[in-house]
């Protein structure tokens, strides 16, 4: 932080000092978003966030969108775990780069794995990244990782308060997709309810509804994102 | 979640400043944390008490004050709190980047920090 900015009270010797400070300690996380923003747009890479529970598709929407898309695009794929390579293998069949990134025990990736990451691909060769998170709908709210757009995934497995529990996720999605519809009835689970509660917290964010497994939405997915 | 991981970087910061000035310890912090992010006050004081441990900052009080969300609307020009939107059957209220004059969608501009303000020190 520069010393123009840090203000100082000074009380007389041996006595009581009071610093004054505007140090945010979540900005290193968003320095170092926007420096790997300035990266991937220097590069004319289009990066997306995907975030999302535990089991509520990501993975699967990953699949299927690399599948679409590997015709007409150049695309890496990043996967956030806490270990193992079972998503990247699955995702590595078709050809792409991946790079999986193990957080150990982190919960949410941070603009400097994701830098890391980065590091490792050839970034004059691809033009789409997508980025999953780890499962969780709580902390990589608080992390952006330098992506152009972000996507949440819900499925309807999760049950009816998913968006109304985690609303602050969704004020930052530009994409919404609301997976496994087909379970929806079997899980009583109100679809349009949870597209509502989207639109309440964030009327900007595009919904999709989908069956990932099946490939049902992809393409509407696709088109949101525009790419 | 990640408490643990900003009270390390909170006691770090004051460690620092503590060391500019050749302190002998450290009385008071604060702080201010948007209510917009995910950080439970409850666990960073743990974490912070924690970590604090065997350091100048030991046995000092963390001070937490909360931030209201700021949102501003670029359609009609709005600056203010979050409109909000809730349910007899939810337990709290949901914020929503609707405008509460205009009903466009607005940006959030305040409500995600989590700033240290002041260090109190003895020397």
Redesign the interface.
């Known amino acids: 932080m520069s010393e123009r900015r840090r203000k100082i009270v000074e009380a007389e ?14 900005q ?1 996380n968003r320095d170092l978003a926007e420096e790997n923003r300035r990266l991937l747009a220097r590069c004319g890479v289009e990066a997306i966030d995907i975030m999302g529970c535990i089991g509520s598709g990501k993975t699967t929407l990953i699949h299927q969108l690399v599948g679409q898309l590997k015709g007409r695009r150049r695309i890496a794929v990043f996967k956030g775990d806490l270990t193992t390579t079972i998503d990247t293998d699955i995702i590595a069949r078709h050809g792409v780069e991946t790079v999986q990134i193990n957080t150990g025990k ?3 990736l941070d603009a400097n794995l994701v830098r890391k990451a980065l590091a490792k691909i050839d970034l004059g060769s691809i033009d789409l990244l997508l980025i999953e998170n780890v499962g ?1 709908l ?2 990589p ?3 952006q990782l330098g992506a152009e757009k972000r996507l949440v995934v819900i499925s309807v497995t999760e049950g009816p308060y998913m968006v ?1 529990k985690h ?2 996720i969704f ?1 930052d999605a530009d994409t919404v997709v609301i997976n496994k519809l087909d379970l929806a009835e079997a899980m009583k689970v109100d679809a349009d309810r949870l597209e509502e509660d989207v639109k ?5 964010a595009t919904v999709v509804k989908a069956i990932c497994r099946d490939g049902v939405g992809i393409n509407t997915v696709i088109e949101s994102l525009g790419v | 979640m990640h408490e643990y991981a900003t009270a390390r970087l909170l006691v770090e910061t004051v460690l620092r400043e503590a060391a500019r000035r050749s302190t002998k310890s450290v009385t008071e912090v604060h702080l201010v944390i948007g209510n917009l992010t995910f950080l439970s006050t409850e666990q960073l004081q743990s974490s912070y008490d924690l970590i604090a441990k065997g350091t100048p900052v030991e046995g000092s009080r963390l001070i937490v004050k909360e931030n209201e969300g700021v949102v501003e609307c670029d359609g009609c020009g709005y600056r203010g709190p979050l409109n909000t939107f809730s349910d007899a059957s939810f337990l709290f209220i949901i914020p929503s980047l609707c405008c509460p004059r205009c009903g466009n969608t607005a940006k959030i501009v305040a409500g995600r920090e989590c700033m240290v303000t002041k260090i109190r020190m003895e020397v």
């Open positions: 010797p041996t006595e009581i000092y009071d610093v004054e400070l505007e140090e945010d300690l979540l290193a982190e919960c949410h969780n709580i902390c709210a608080d992390f109304v609303s602050r004020m309440h917290v964030n009327s900007n």
